[in-house]
């Protein structure tokens, strides 16, 4: 007999890829009008656990149940049709259609008849502004999607997936791109779902969201599942323990890192984009990990990307080691020692279909061609294996296409990727995000490391406790302006907080 009491049931589900068991013989249970987290270290088996569940993939071995009857996806067209929606890791809008478009595609609301229908964008407009009240979300429908901020196309994923009235909603780490208020009010809509009847499957690598949000946690580790607890039961140290098989006493690694002289000094720089930011000014020293803050808008990563390059300046100075310079493209900054970890690994950083060999070396290729003009496969080779050992990638083998590794995975590569070229001056933007906390310690450890070697880092990143617990000092940013420069063993939460919103009203 099938048991009514849960939304969806999964039953010993396996799944393999080509060299790796990613689920084996896991078995879930969701109950209605709950939020069911689910746990794990990248690579666990997470994502594919749910991606079977949406009809991406289709299980080797197992049975699916959706309240309490049977159900096989071929694809997720079939899974939004049984009443599961799910929110991705990784977005995939359609950036240069509107707002409202990207909501209802595939089920475009039309007029006339027969052969003869057409969209009717007037109420597909009414419709996203009733979807958009309901959920409290500030976004102009009309709009492209090109033109927003990841959180607000973070947003928009999250009405997406509940125009579509499902009674199961997973949200595979919907609040990586989102600000403390902006995760607050993610978490009204949750609640208000769950008090509508609905399931929530929660994926989640943030330990404090999950002790608030969750009502029960399953927790994975090497494509097993650990156990199910009620998350009341629970604590930010269990929960380490029973993911990564180990305690986990300390979050941030010692650091030895002594800062001297000044490497880069930024005086009154100003984007080109006069919506964006102006007069900034700041110095970064040799072997100085300089934490970046601001929250949405604050301009952070237009600033670090200005510096690398990527973006026009109007006026300002760029010096390094006290010598004048103009960076006009990504491969000036690269001559200069500057290399960029960007914060949207699926757009600006992976290459999907190549290899974890490709992917690991393409940003210092030339180092690797021989006097003949081809490539030393086996010097390649040499460095792609060491850095998957130092970061501790998951992946079975170097062939492997990096769309097939977890999202945690990809971004250790390409942490990788910039160790190669050695830089002198590293800016990772948001080099944590959607990390586990364990392989969060690892990336930690070598931050530190870079440091007490005489590499100077710039870090931007919307956690607290990891800008508090890495930085020498902190650089706060507010609507383009930089508010303040604290250092980084007085600073506080609320002093940052503070500095964040200086200019708004």
């Known amino acids: 007999m099938s048991d009514q009491r849960y939304a969806v049931e999964m039953r010993s589900i396996s799944k393999s890829f080509p060299g790796v068991k990613a689920l084996d013989d896991v078995s879930l249970q969701v109950r209605p009008g709950s939020v069911h987290a689910l746990m794990g270290e990248n690579g666990a088996g997470k994502s594919t656990l749910m991606k079977c569940l949406f009809g991406i993939y289709k299980p080797d071995s197992g049975s699916i149940l959706i309240d309490g009857s ?3 996806f071929p694809g997720a067209k079939q899974a939004l049709e049984a009443g599961i929606s799910m929110i991705h890791q990784e977005l995939h809008p359609v950036r240069f259609r509107s707002v409202m478009e990207n909501i209802w595609l595939g089920r475009y609301p039309s007029s006339g ?7 009717n964008s007037g109420k597909m407009l009414r419709d996203t502004k009733e979807l958009f009240a309901g959920l409290a979300i500030d976004i102009d429908p009309r709009v492209w999607v090109e033109q927003l901020s990841v959180s607000k196309i973070q947003s928009m994923e999250i009405a997406r997936a509940v125009s579509y009235n499902a009674s199961v909603i997973i949200m595979d780490e919907p609040t990586s791109s989102l600000t403390g208020h902006e995760v607050e009010h993610l978490f009204k809509i949750i609640r208000k779902l769950r008090d509508e009847g609905r399931a929530i499957i929660y994926i989640s690598h943030k330990m404090e969201e999950i002790l608030d949000i969750a009502d029960e946690v399953t927790i994975m580790r090497d494509g097993r599942r650990v156990g199910t607890y009620p998350a009341k039961e629970l604590t930010t140290d269990l929960i380490i323990n029973r993911m990564v098989g180990r305690d986990l006493t300390n979050r941030f690694p010692p650091r030895e890192n002594v800062p001297g002289e000044v490497v880069l000094s930024i005086e009154k720089l100003t984007s080109a984009n006069p919506r964006s930011f102006r007069d900034v000014s700041f110095e970064l020293r040799k072997g100085e990990i300089l934490g970046l803050s601001g929250l949405v808008g604050a301009q952070r990563t237009e600033l670090v990307e200005s510096i ?6 109007k ?13 006009r493209n990504s491969i000036q900054a690269k001559r200069h020692g500057i290399a960029l970890l960007t914060e949207e690994r699926r757009t600006t950083g992976i290459f999907p279909v190549l290899s974890v060999y490709d992917n690991t070396l393409i940003a210092n290729i030339s180092r690797y061609v021989n006097r003949f003009g081809l490539l030393d496969m086996r010097r390649g080779a040499a460095d792609v294996k060491r ?6 990638v998951k992946t079975p083998n170097q062939a492997t296409a990096m769309e097939s590794l977890s999202g945690g995975n990809q971004q250790k590569v390409i942490v990788g990727r910039w160790l190669l070229t050695d830089p002198e001056i590293l800016i990772l933007d948001e080099p944590t995000r959607g ?3 364990g392989a969060k310690y690892e ?14 880092i710039i870090m931007i990143s919307s956690e607290m406790p990891e800008l508090l617990g890495m930085s020498d000092r902190i650089m706060v940013m507010c609507e383009g302006r930089a508010t303040g420069i604290l250092d980084g063993a007085g600073a506080t939460q609320e002093r940052i907080m503070e500095l964040s919103t200086q200019f708004m009203s």
């Open 435 to 437: 990390i586990d906390v």
């Open 387 to 392: 850095n998957i050992d130092l970061l501790r």
């Open 70 to 72: 049977v159900h096989a």
């Open 315 to 327: 006026s300002g100075k760029i010096r390094l080691r006290g010598k004048e310079v103009a960076i």
């Open 113 to 119: 008849f027969g052969p003869f229908k057409i969209v």
């Open 443 to 456: 990336i930690y450890s070598i931050i530190a490391d870079l440091a007490k070697r005489g590499k100077s």
């Open 308 to 313: 690398f390059g990527l973006r026009l300046v």
